[in-house]
């Protein structure tokens, strides 16, 4: 049984109810398509072979293929049964190992091109050890940053359907495709970037609890091509059963934004290569790095009472209080300033706090995060002149909404963050105060909001928030000055830690809680931001 399950995972088998095939199928009669042929690549038992011949009855060509021999039996079974003069094939393949060329090469014009691709990472796979995948490729070429920390990991489906539109780029074709939503927006992207010809796309919002038993956002992926064309922007449909869109995603000066009525409103505060929004400080062992005070007494993650010099100790606020507008109750040891400081310089200056990591050093080696290789001991990530600014302007990165915290000092001591928020440094109440009424404006919320897919993992990053001009902004909200100038020069400002912090933006992309985390706008801005010397 358990061999069983495995297998199902392996190949990312989650079977399409029939009654949901059927729905798929009415709604592309609905526009009005009449296919000639019909592909399914991964047919699974059959229920999108049988709907759409029971939906286009008179097609003169249909095609299944599927990697489980049972499967491809009981598809068989089921639309010949059904449909036993229909001309309808159902084989045994490898969709990794077909030549689907030659395959649509063969087919009659129109072509509906359907199905419900696994759902499941490549990593995932690798971890199972499952020989159903993809040759070992990084799928969008990324440097070794990026592929380091997971950009290239990537769902199954996602690599299918690039493969699918890459065929079909050109012809009279229908592609409807069940898959997570996010996965949608990847391969749309992919289509719009590359120039695939696409007359038309729309994105259909399922409830994939009600019919896969499965928690993830996902959708029908629609796309209609044509040789002539040219389309970048998806509507978007909160049903199988919506007449109307409730918005439109679509590729816009370069960007991948969200809303594109939105987008277009509030264009001209788009800024590239700033670096003023920074991800908080990234340690990976809160038991040891994190402590509460108890009874006078600073105790850490382990329940141990622990003595250290206050110069390493700084207040802490984590997303959570952020969200609960909650004062600093916890403190994190600092052991750098900089990243380009080696914390074996605590041994004499700080002798207590050397102690102390020394004595935990079999959990800090332990740290997963490839990020820790090759650095000095008991490194840690994110840490420079901004993390010890006395005020901030911060926002979580786990909450999904735009909601800025004003960060004041601490009992005379600047309070750190750590890397589920984001935040700007401020050196004064003035800055702060002015900066806070910036980024709270309705002009910065339409403009952040136009670029934001809120159901990411991680829906607002550090680039994200780095993509709005402040100086544009004050300027349209009358609000120029010389402070308004000075935030604006601190955008722009290059820390020599600027290499490591471009490390974090990609870490915070990386796996989160076992799933991919992408916010589809960074995946263009690495391409259009200036970086500065390195």
């Known amino acids: 049984m358990r061999d069983q399950q495995q297998r199902k995972a392996e190949f990312g088998d989650f079977q399409t109810p029939l009654s949901l095939a059927r729905e798929v199928c009415s709604l592309i009669a609905r526009t009005g398509f009449r296919p000639a042929s019909i592909l399914e690549p991964t047919c699974g038992t059959g229920s999108f072979l049988k709907a759409s011949l ?16 049972q499967y491809v039996l009981q598809a068989q079974y089921a639309v010949t049964r059904a449909f036993p003069h229909a001309s309808i094939e159902v084989h045994q393949s490898d969709f990794f190992l077909t030549s689907w060329s030659e395959i649509v090469k063969a087919l009659p014009e129109p072509i509906l091109v359907i ?5 499941v990472t490549n990593a995932a796979l690798s971890t199972w050890g499952s020989s159903n995948v993809p040759m070992k490729s990084n799928l969008d070429n990324l440097p070794g940053i990026d592929a380091l920390t997971g950009k290239s990991n990537f769902d199954i489906s996602e690599w299918m359907l690039r493969k699918n539109i890459e065929w079909l780029n050109g012809k009279n074709v229908i592609l409807a495709m069940l898959c997570k939503t996010t996965v949608a927006r990847k391969v749309l992207l992919y289509a719009w970037q590359n120039g695939v010809r696409i007359e038309s796309a729309s994105l259909y919002t399922i409830d994939a609890q009600e019919y896969f038993r499965a928690s993830v956002d996902a959708c029908l992926l629609f796309i209609r091509s044509n040789p002539t064309g040219n389309s970048k922007e998806c509507q978007v449909f909160r049903s199988l059963h919506a007449q109307q869109p409730d918005s439109s995603f679509g590729l816009q000066d ?3 934004v969200a809303d594109v009525k939105s987008y277009l409103k509030r264009k001209d505060l788009t800024g590239t290569g700033f670096r003023g929004w920074r991800s908080g400080i990234k340690h990976d062992c809160s038991k ?14 382990l329940g141990e009472f622990v003595e250290i010099e206050p110069e390493v100790l700084f207040p802490l606020l984590k997303s959570s209080d952020l969200a609960a507008h909650r004062k600093p109750h916890r403190w994190m040891l600092v052991p750098q300033r900089a990243m380009s400081d080696d914390p074996s310089r605590l041994r004499l200056d700080v002798p207590k706090a050397w102690n102390y990591l020394t004595a935990h050093a079999h959990l800090l080696d ?3 995060s490839s990020i820790y290789r090759n650095r000095p001991r008991f ?17 979580s990165g786990l909450y999904k909404k735009l909601e800025f915290v004003q960060v004041p000092p601490f009992l005379g001591s600047p309070v750190v963050l750590d890397d589920t928020c984001y935040f700007f440094p401020c050196q004064s109440e003035e800055e702060c105060n002015l900066l806070y009424e910036l980024v709270t404006s309705e002009p910065a919320r339409e403009f952040w909001s136009a670029l934001i897919f809120w159901d990411a993992k991680r829906p607002i990053t550090a680039q ?9 902004l004050a300027r349209l909200l009358g609000k120029e000055c010389d402070i308004a100038r000075t935030l604006a020069e601190r955008q722009i400002v290059e820390y020599t830690e600027g290499a490591f912090q471009r490390l974090l933006f990609r870490e915070e992309t990386a796996d989160y809680d076992g799933e991919p985390v ?17």
């Open 254 to 256: 370069g960007m991948l």
């Open 54 to 69: 029971e939906t286009f009855p008179d097609v003169s060509r249909v095609l299944g293929f599927e990697i489980n021999p």
């Open 518 to 534: 992408t916010n589809e706008f960074d995946l263009l801005t690495n391409q259009h931001m200036h970086t500065g010397k390195q």
């Open 464 to 472: 994200l928030l780095n993509s709005l001009d402040l100086m544009v």
């Open 366 to 368: 332990e740290r997963k």
């Open 115 to 119: 199905g419900n691709p696994p759902w």
């Open 288 to 301: 040891v790095f994190e402590l509460r005070i108890e009874r006078g007494n600073l105790v850490n993650g």
């Open 379 to 395: 490194s840690v990530f994110g840490v420079g002149p901004y993390s010890f600014a006395p005020w901030k302007i911060a926002i």
